[in-house]
């Protein structure tokens, strides 16, 4: 079990300023570490190809409200942007899809670490860790499509890049039990309230979770289709989630299959084409489910299904239930 560890590393190094969004922006890179991200301060608007501390924090924080920018690399690229976007209209802030400072002020409410301690243990590292086969036979020959290492699996755990990981945690080894991390503290202290509806919007590439009042409470980068298995508008229902699903590989509903393969069962797993959650829609053969590549959500094309990180997808199904409608649209 992870045991954490407050980090009081900024009295430590009271000496040291708050970095801002213009260090950040000079010839200098600055240190990714607990204390430049959590004392991190804005002093100009975070926009495309901004990097460091700030973005890293703003990341954070958005995660814990609910607006996830994905898979945390402490860069902002067009997850972020959606994310910023989407809580900007949430808290009746100007749209502008940039962290200016009155989203900063709102999002700074939370002043929980966003980056904390955690030490490694023997359930962390115990595996069993495996290599994932590209071939779809070879998959279905496994009795599971697990993690293919502990920084992988620790990846999906705090929501974020493995290499962000290693950024953080130069020369620490985390396949070793009783190893200290640093890592993003995803925990939010807001549950999500009642959700009435799930929004699936292919113009933003994102998942919305709706109140009754049709508020926006949560929301989520998402792939949505492509021009050969476009997203099917419309108002349908969801069926069921399952969690932890098998995967039935049928050939014929894949137009980039290759011409030798049959149909499959591949096992269960975070590994598995459609990740660890299954969210049946009433549209036959589609979905809301899991990936097992995080990094590439929202920014490739699905095969017609709504395509989420595990996380998102976990969050997403404790949210739904069946019968509640799910609307898709351009």
């Known amino acids: 079990m992870i045991e954490k560890r407050s980090l009081i590393l900024a009295a430590l190094l009271a000496a040291v300023a708050a970095p801002t969004l213009a260090a950040e922006q000079g010839a200098a890179p600055v240190l990714l570490d607990a204390a430049a991200v959590n004392n991190a301060a804005l002093a100009a608007p975070v926009r495309a190809g901004d ?17 996830s920018p994905g898979e945390i690399d402490g860069a902002y690229g067009a997850n972020l942007r959606q994310a910023i976007a989407g809580f900007q209209a949430s808290r009746g802030v100007g749209v502008t899809g940039e962290m200016d400072a009155p ?18 243990g023997s359930d962390d590292v115990a595996g069993p ?8 036979a070879a998959k279905a020959r496994m009795d599971a499509l697990g993690y293919t290492s502990p920084l992988e699996a620790l990846g999906e755990k705090f929501h974020a890049s493995p290499a962000l990981l290693q950024q953080l945690n130069p ?21 999500l309230p009642v959700v009435a509806k799930v929004v699936v919007d292919k113009s933003d590439a994102t998942v919305s979770l709706v109140d ?5 409470v949560a929301q989520y980068p998402a792939s949505t289709g492509s021009r050969h298995d476009p997203l099917p508008i419309g108002d349908w229902k969801i069926e069921g989630v399952a969690k932890d699903p098998v995967f039935h ?19 269960a797993g975070p590994n598995n084409p459609v990740g660890v959650v299954w969210i049946d829609l009433s ?14 959500v929202g920014k490739t094309e699905s095969h017609g299904c709504i395509r989420l990180t595990n996380w998102s997808a976990r969050e997403v199904a404790q949210a739904v239930k069946p019968g509640m409608t799910a609307t898709l649209k351009n």
Do not use: C, M
């Open 51 to 67: 990097k460091g501390a700030a973005v890293l924090r703003a990341q954070i924080l958005l995660d814990r409200a609910h607006f």
């Open 103 to 120: 989203t900063w002020a709102a999002l700074d409410q939370d002043r929980a670490p966003a980056l904390i301690e955690v030490t490694l």
């Open 283 to 296: 549209k036959p053969h589609y979905g809301i489910h899991g990936t097992p590549e995080p990094s590439k």
């Open 129 to 136: 860790f495996r290599p994932v086969p590209e071939d779809t």
């Open 249 to 267: 590989y049928n050939p014929k509903l894949f137009w980039d299959a290759d011409a030798g393969d049959s149909r499959a069962i591949l096992p």
């Open 212 to 216: 009754a009042a049709g508020k926006t």
């Open 171 to 191: 020369g620490k080894d985390f396949s070793r039990a009783g190893e200290s991390l640093v890592v993003p503290n995803v925990q939010s202290a807001t549950p």
